[in-house]
């Protein structure tokens, strides 16, 4: 869930502010929570940790917390989908995409 811009694509789809965004809250979730697995660690605690840098955004922006939210999670499947498209793009060029025949 936590990608950067520098070591990811995806973030083409978005505009300035939305990758400001995303960046901004991704660069905080590094910093706060380490090299956690994000698949072994419950949202709850994640959200929790993210919550301080969502509610400065909300507070900048003038919106609710929950719209940040829904916004940072929007905008971060967005990412990911366009990362896995990219990815079996690549492993179709490649050859490498049907391992059924393993």
Do not use: C, H, W
């Not at 990412?79 to 391992?99: C, I, N, R, T, Y």
């Amino acid at each position: 869930m936590f990608q950067t811009p520098k070591d990811a694509n995806g973030y083409d789809a978005l505009t300035k502010e939305q990758k400001d965004m995303l960046s901004r809250i991704n660069a905080y979730a590094e910093n706060v929570l380490g090299e956690i697995d994000p698949q072994k660690t419950r949202i709850s605690f994640q959200l929790d940790k993210l919550k301080p840098v969502m509610q400065e955004i909300a507070d900048e922006k003038g919106i609710a917390l929950e719209d940040v939210f829904i916004e940072y999670m929007d905008l971060a499947s967005i990412v990911s989908a366009k990362q896995d498209a990219k990815l079996k793009e690549d492993l179709d060029e490649a050859g490498l995409v049907d391992f059924s025949g393993m």
